[in-house]
């Protein structure tokens, strides 16, 4: 990881952040732990509905960009998208202060869900919000666990691995496959190349 220069999204696990480059956070887990707020604590103001609907409006501006050929979004839109962002952490800051330790102790005090979450989304929200920022970057981590869930699962089934041979072997096709389907290439048709002994190359790019 020394040597990658992108940007990391993941879903802010403390390990991730350490490695020194761009950063953007997993907004499919902010989505379920937004969901899980308004759902278990309906007493608190809409921040959380209000949050999930901003985050997915982004999401459908930032897709139709890209299908336009846009580069970035415009940047009045990004303002906005931004300010309101602001707003509505401002109304959730309000309804979940940080709980106290008790008077004349020094004991650190577990913080509720909600002011966990808070406090992430206000302290990153470059990370948050740089899918809004840089078109590159996904809304989500989503991709890269579905390209993981099939090695799981042959763990899950086979229960491991018989050789290393194996397991490069198994890499290999997964990830033909896997950056094929990527470049929306028919599956069933490069399979049937391959087995002819004439493979469909990927379209590789290099920076």
């Known amino acids: ?3 990658f220069h992108g940007v990391l999204v993941h879903d802010h696990w403390p390990a991730y952040i350490r490695f020194d480059c761009l950063h953007a956070f997993c907004n499919a887990h902010h ?14 103001p809409p921040w959380a509905e209000d949050m999930i609907a901003l985050l997915c409006e982004a999401n ?16 009045p839109m990004v303002l ?41 989304l206000s302290e990153k929200r ?13 809304f989500d981590n989503n991709l890269a666990e579905r390209d993981v869930r099939m090695p799981k699962l042959k763990q899950k089934v086979s ?3 018989r050789c290393v041979q194996g397991v490069a072997h198994f ?22 190349l391959t087995f002819q002994g ?10």
Not at 60 to 75: D, K, V, Y
Not at 198 to 207: I, T, Y
């Open 80 to 120: 906005d998208i931004q300010t309101r962002y602001d707003a509505i952490l401002k109304v959730a800051k309000a309804c979940n202060p940080a709980r106290e330790p008790p008077p004349g102790t020094r004991k650190r005090v577990r913080q509720s869900p909600a002011y966990n979450l808070v406090k992430r």
């Open 60 to 75: 459908a501006l930032t897709i139709e960009a890209r299908a336009a050929g846009f580069a970035a979004l415009p940047g």
């Open 159 to 161: 229960g491991c691995f």
């Open 198 to 207: 004439s493979p469909p190359m990927p379209q590789l790019a290099f920076e």
């Open 31 to 44: 989505l379920r732990e937004l969901i899980a707020i308004a759902e278990t604590i309906p007493s608190q």
């Open 1 to 3: 990881m020394a040597r």
């Open 126 to 138: 470059e990370a948050v919000l740089r899918f809004v920022t840089d078109l590159r970057v996904p």
């Open 171 to 192: 890499a290999i096709i997964r990830s033909y496959l896997s950056t094929l389907r990527k470049q929306s290439a028919d599956i069933f048709k490069s399979l049937v």
